[in-house]
């Protein structure tokens, strides 16, 4: 699988809305609101490379309220602990990490 890191900009009176047509893009597995330059960071699952350029401006760059995006790919995923598990619903089961 490959990740790739897209930061977005904006409308800023939109930016929930933005989120969640974001989101509802089907090789999106997360959006985060940020603080700093971008108001946006999606990640990107795709099997093979030439899907993020299908998805980042085939999709993305579509969505209306995103003003621009830069698209970072990653190499390698760096992890001690199981992501999904600290990041999921119920913050029980993260408890002890």
């Given at each position: 699988?490959?990740?790739?890191?897209?930061l977005?900009r904006?409308?800023?009176?939109?930016?929930?809305e933005?989120?969640?047509?974001?989101?509802d893009v089907?090789?999106v597995?997360?959006?985060?609101?940020?603080?700093?330059d971008?108001e946006?960071?999606?990640?990107?699952?795709?099997?093979a490379?030439?899907?993020?350029a299908?998805v980042?401006?085939?999709?993305?760059?579509?969505?209306?309220?995103v003003?621009?995006?830069?698209?970072?790919?990653a190499?390698?995923?760096?992890s001690?602990?199981d992501?999904?598990r600290?990041?999921?619903?119920?913050?029980?089961?993260a408890?002890g990490l």
């Open positions: 699988m490959i990740t790739a890191i897209v977005l904006c409308e800023v009176g939109a930016i929930p933005t989120a969640q047509a974001v989101a089907a090789a597995s997360e959006v985060y609101s940020v603080t700093g971008w946006l960071v999606a990640l990107v699952r795709v099997r490379h030439e899907e993020i299908d980042v401006t085939g999709e993305i760059a579509k969505v209306q309220g003003t621009a995006t830069h698209t970072m790919i190499f390698r995923a760096y001690t602990v992501l999904e600290m990041w999921g619903v119920g913050f029980d089961d408890e």
